[in-house]
Every structure is written in C-alpha cells, then in structure tokens.
C-alpha cells in the first residue's frame, strides 16, 4: 500500500507507471478507451491522462480520439440493432421518455454536440439515448467526431505532462480551476435542458 501511495504521489513514481503501461503497446490504450464507452465505470479523463503520459501529445491524444469515436459509435449501433424494438415498447407506456425523445429528434444535433463536447457529460446516457431516437446514424457519427475532439483536446491540455504539476503549482490550480468551470457548465447544461423538456 506504501509503495502505490508513492507511485501515486510522486514525480518519479507516475513517470515510472506511465513508463510501464506504454510498455504495453499502443492497442492497449485504444482498447481501454473503447471499453470506457461499454463500461462507464471506467474514468475516460483518467484513461486519457495516462495515454497522453504514457505514449506523448500526439500518439496519446490520436488513441484517446479515435478509441473514444469507435467505443461510442459501437454502442450506439449496438443499442440501435438489437434493443431499440424493445425499449421503444417501454417508452411508449411513459410520457415523460416520449417527451425527451421528441426534444431530441427535433434538437439533436447542437444538443448532442454539446453534450457530448463537455467531459463530464454521462456519454453513455447519450449514446444510448441517441440510438433510441431517430437521428440517423451517420449524422450522429459526424457530432461523435466533432465533438469528441473537443473533449480529448481539453482532457490532452490539462493532463498533458502531469508530472510537471510537482515544480508548478500554478499550472495544477489553473488545470482545477478549468475543469470545475468545465463541470459547473455542464451541470448548468443538463439542468436547462430538463427544464426545457418539462416545458
């Protein structure tokens, strides 16, 4: 426990972990990510620190992108063939999912976009919701590659070199201070988007 505490807290211990986990290939990272997509439990800011960390700016950000891309895109097609005759069954039994439904196919793609741009949004939720509704699936691969782009950017910009938040603690407090506005914008999204469905 003392020794993770270490590799954790220190600039030559995460150096040391990002070292062995490039060690393990390239598919790897990009695999992780895609899995983020399937298990939202996984934490994609994390993931893509240590890609960026582990395999530098630009092979780390174009893994992150890309397996991001693919896992959402895999899910939404996933949802949209083999459970969407179902789930549309329920939904009609409830107003308020019909209602969501409706806002979407009449709003899709800037809500998507947005949505799916911020990095604290639920990306599942979105997926899955998306595949529900009628948005046609390449429209929603074309809001994917845009807006994910935006995400792993502002992911790659705070957790570019991590190890140099050790000698500045400027550039760690202005990386929090962006991700909390980040998050208070997103929060304040999601909450004017539910108003608007209410109404």
Known sequence: MERLIELL?????LE????QFGDLGIITGLLLVVLEAFLPILPLF??????????GIIVGFLISYGGTVLGSYLVFLVIRYFFRARAQRYI???????????????RGFSLMFIFLALPF????VVNVVAALSNIKKKAYLLILIAAKLIMILSMSFVGHD???FFESPVRLII????LVLLYLFSKWYQSYI???IKN
């Open 194 to 196: 539910n108003r608007k």
């Open 9 to 13: 807290t220190t600039r030559e211990g």
């Open 46 to 55: 994390a993931i893509v620190v240590i890609n960026i960390n582990s395999f």
């Open 162 to 164: 991590v190890t140099s």
């Open 121 to 124: 949004t639920p990306t599942a």
């Open 16 to 19: 040391y972990l990002f070292e």
């Open 92 to 106: 009609m039994k409830h107003e308020k999912l019909q209602r969501l439904l409706k806002f979407i196919d009449e």
């Open 175 to 178: 990386s929090l201070v962006f």
